[in-house]
């Protein structure tokens, strides 16, 4: 009878360590993959890009899709930020480094469904330019463009 109690205690005191350890290494691949997962793409040079919106990029949680690029700015920079797209509800977003929202827009001034962004920098960093469609649904290729404006 000692024994199976003392069988019964070690049993208990090593499932405690063991649950411990499978969450530690759950929350370790967890934070592995996120990184893996969320990875935007630089803008090249040319600040411009032609690209294409699918089913496998960042899930908006509203049923659509994104996909981010990074790009650097100086405090003072005016922007302008084109995405075009003959395939879907064009969509454009600025984010700051923290994930806040900058400025967005979803239709441009000719009438159409793409977008035409124009903001100020307020302050120096690397900012996220995000591309989605607008609404629920909506793939396809697109043609992104940052613009820095110049005074005349």
Known sequence: MIVKACISGLSRLLIIPTSLLTIA???TYSAVAQNKLYNPVA?????EVRDQLTENDIPTGQGGFAR?????FTKGDNVA??????SFDAMVMLLAADGTTISENDDGPDGTTNS????RIKAT???????????ETGVGNFRLKVTRLRPA
């Open 25 to 27: 290494i759950g929350a």
């Open 43 to 47: 803008l090249p040079p040319s600040n």
């Open 125 to 135: 960093g690397t900012y996220v330019v995000r591309v989605r469609a607008f609404g």
């Open 68 to 72: 981010d690029y990074l790009v650097k």
């Open 81 to 86: 930020i084109d995405l075009t797209s003959d």
């Open 116 to 119: 035409l962004l124009f903001t």
